[in-house]
């Protein structure tokens, strides 16, 4: 995403080094995919392939790897990326529900944690979700709804085998937030806008 709005906005050249594995999209001429940054010396970037290249500036993409080292470790998310994700009650509001964690008396929240396609479209949602909650104004079910709902949604995980099945995942996890908070429009129409965006990342 980063590299194409770099693209959109009249960068002369993107550079996306990869830690795993290349995305393998057909991009614009200008743009290329690399193996790992190794090392940087002044303006100079050297790769784990041996290419070396001289570059304006770097962004550091954490691909979505979160890391908390200032939070107790009992209330510390800890999770691989993914849409669904554990101890958060609609996503945003932490329950123990892992061993070696506890409850927070609802006090704690994390935005933005998930594999997005909504992105800040998704932000905005949870903050005013999160927002509510702490002014009162939207009433959290019983504990043993939320680890529920939070175990339900995490199983859902194992069901999105394509982007078209994360898409229409999502798309049903933002209705719930909009319900919830009252937020007048909906999103339902959007999936289909994500799925031919999608389609065309791939052809």
């Known amino acids: ?14 550079v996306m080094s990869w830690r795993t594995k290349p995305m393998g999209f057909k991009w614009p001429s200008n743009c290329e995919e690399v193996p790992l940054l190794t090392r940087v010396e002044n303006n100079t970037c050297y790769f784990r392939d041996g290419r070396q290249e001289d570059f304006d500036a770097i962004i550091l993409c954490t691909g979505y790897l979160e890391h908390f080292p200032f939070m107790a470790s009992d209330i510390r998310l800890r999770t691989p990326c993914a849409l669904n994700l ?19 008396d609802g006090r704690v929240f994390y935005l933005g944690m ?21 002014k009162g104004l939207l009433t ?28 229409d995942n999502q798309t ?31 052809e």
């Open 86 to 104: 554990p101890c958060l009650y609609r996503g945003v509001q932490w329950y123990g529900t892992k061993e070696g964690t506890k409850d927070a």
């Open 172 to 202: 049903e996890y933002m209705e719930v937030l909009r319900r919830d908070t009252g937020y007048p429009v909906s999103f339902a129409e959007a999936a289909e806008m994500f799925k031919g965006w999608e389609e065309d990342k791939h």
């Open 140 to 167: 959290v079910p019983t504990r043993e709804d939320c680890v529920s709902d939070i175990t339900q949604w995490v199983a859902s995980n194992a069901l999105l085998t394509d982007y078209n099945a994360e898409i």
């Open 114 to 134: 998930q594999d997005v396609y909504y992105t800040y479209t998704l932000f905005l949602m949870q903050a005013l979700w999160a927002v509510q909650v702490i």
């Open 1 to 14: 995403d980063l590299g194409l709005q770099l693209y959109k906005f009249g960068a002369a050249r993107v």
